[in-house]
């Protein structure tokens, strides 16, 4: 088994989350991962919207995902693109579509960039990036 | 009524290309401008209408009073990223055929290498606030990151590979090895050397990766029943087209409005010119705009080089190998081929196709009849 482990460069931003999108944020320091979806006719959306793109409610209430999910697609970071990513690279970033099906930009925790595959079946986890932050990560899962 | 054919490219012009041009964004500007106008045989006085990018730093005040026009009646920007030249273009046509302004400049004077560089996210980082918030805390942090994410999924659904979009920056190179503007004029590519660059974000190699560049370009549009009146002959704006956010791809939705107001297809086309800012993308906009099916095996067959390809495709270099003036050189190379003065000339162009930022914007040109 590899001991590979992901470390978060420290000087990535940190969310500032819209007031539409702090439900989410919130949960995540419960270590739940949710979607907004909406109360009327049930449509799901992720990042989280001020109306309803299907039927054009305002009312919504927060489900909690599975977490699973299989990576869509992802890039990896060779060079040092940005302040932030001098010293940590290379980097994987992934998008994950989840099993709801909403799909979310993260990291992935014990797979080493050179592993990282599109159609690779991951599972949520959170991990404390500042002080009261938590946000979604991923590990391998298998299927 | 639409305004197919009835407003007119008459005066293209650009500073020199560098990495750092020891002149202000405004300086740019302004020399872009002047030699436009130089270009269409028109003086700053007549100019009555100012348009530019949103993220140009170079006002329409400052642009006006340094050139000294004396009754500005229209202005405007486009908002976005350096996606929107095509875009100008249509809002300016839109302006002269409604009558809200007879001759409009639509410039760009940027120092994208020695200035704020787009490439490290100096434009576009959010700083973790609105969509930021789900995409930089990840390393998503610059245009190059979400373009690499939506090109490794192209690559997985279609089988285009890294040595198509390869084969695509080396006829890029070709074309810019004799285009003596181009910053790459001087230094050939070979697909060896695409494919052992570094990578910078995996899939996109250094040479996928556009130019950053010190420079700026212009545009001169006005009727074309008074450009008929001018000296050289005007290049018409048969048809302009955007799309904003939406379902599916822009390119297809745009490419269906401007179609429609062309009156004509695909095969009328005679050369094209695509927004680079990542080279792949020059491949999926051929096939999202319906030019071709496979657009791999396309550049497999040297379709989209100028000489003696069906669809020969960014004739002055690009942003890959000419220069990174979001759009504006490619807008102005798209002009050059109807006139018959690219460096990297296609025989007798009629139609000449010209996207700027993957469907955000696009335009055909016409070579204008006698008369
Ligand atoms: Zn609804």
């Known amino acids: ?80 693109v940005h302040p932030a990513l001098v010293g940590h690279t290379p980097m994987a970033t992934v998008e994950v579509e989840l099993a709801e099906g909403p799909h979310l930009y993260s ?13 690779m079946a991951v599972r949520v986890g959170f991990e404390d990036v500042a002080e009261g932050v938590v946000l979604p990560f991923f590990r391998r899962r298998a299927q | 009524m639409t305004f197919s054919n009835s407003v007119a490219i008459v005066g293209v012009g650009e500073t020199d290309y560098s990495r750092d041009s020891g002149r202000t964004e405004l300086a740019l500007a302004l020399q872009a401008i002047l030699a436009a106008l130089a270009d269409a045989g028109i003086e700053p006085r007549d100019v009555d209408g100012l348009m530019k990018w949103w993220v140009d730093t170079s006002t329409e005040a400052e642009v006006a009073a340094n050139l000294g026009i004396p009754d500005l009646a229209w202005w405007g920007e486009i908002n976005q990223a350096g996606n929107v030249g095509a875009a100008l273009v249509a809002h300016a046509a839109a302006a002269i055929h409604a009558g809200l302004a007879n001759v409009i400049v639509i410039y760009r004077g940027v120092n994208g290498r020695s200035g704020r560089r787009y490439g490290r996210g100096d434009v576009t980082g959010q700083g973790g606030r609105g969509g930021g918030a789900f995409t930089e805390p990840y390393g998503l942090l610059t245009p ?30 070709r074309h810019a090895n004799r285009n003596p503007r181009a ?12 494919q052992a660059s570094r990578l910078i974000v995996d899939p996109f190699h250094l040479f996928d990766c556009c130019l950053e560049t010190d420079g700026g370009g212009a545009l001169v549009l006005m009727s074309a029943d008074r450009a008929r009146e001018l ?6 704006i048969r048809a302009a087209a955007q799309a904003g956010p939406g379902l599916g791809s822009p390119a297809g939705r745009a490419a269906k409005r401007l179609f429609d107001m062309a009156g004509i297809g695909r095969d009328d086309i005679d050369v094209v010119q695509i927004y680079d800012h990542f080279g792949p993308f020059v491949l999926f906009a051929l096939e999202d705009y319906g030019f071709v099916d496979n657009a791999g095996r396309f550049v497999e067959e040297g379709g989209t080089d100028f000489d003696g390809g069906r669809l020969p495709v960014n004739t002055s270099g690009g942003h890959l190998s000419e220069a990174y003036l979001q759009g504006i050189n490619h807008l102005i190379e798209a002009t050059r081929q109807v006139r018959g003065e690219s460096t990297a000339q296609v025989p007798g162009v009629e139609f000449s196709f010209c996207d700027t930022g993957i469907g955000t914007g696009a335009v055909i040109l016409e070579r204008s009849g006698p008369g």
């Open chain 2, 144 to 173: 190059q990151h979400g373009l690499a994410m939506v090109a490794r999924r192209r690559m997985h659904e279609t089988g285009i590979t890294s040595r198509h979009f390869g084969m695509q920056a080396v006829a890029q190179r």
């Open chain 1, 1 to 80: 088994m590899s001991t590979w482990r992901f470390e978060r460069p420290p000087g990535l931003p940190i969310p500032e989350p819209s007031d539409e999108a702090r439900p989410f944020f919130d949960a995540l320091r419960e270590h739940r991962l949710v979607i907004q979806c909406c109360t009327v006719c049930g449509a799901q959306a992720h990042p989280p919207r001020a109306v309803c793109l299907a039927c054009r409610s305002t009312d919504f209430e927060w489900r909690e995902a599975s977490g699973d999910g299989v990576v869509f697609s992802y890039v990896v970071t060779h060079q040092a």
């Open chain 2, 231 to 236: 000296a050289r002959p005007p290049v018409l």
């Open chain 1, 107 to 119: 990291n992935l925790l014990d797979v080493p960039p050179e592993e990282v595959e599109v159609g």
């Open chain 2, 183 to 194: 910053t790459f004029h001087e230094r050939t590519l070979s697909l060896e050397e695409h």
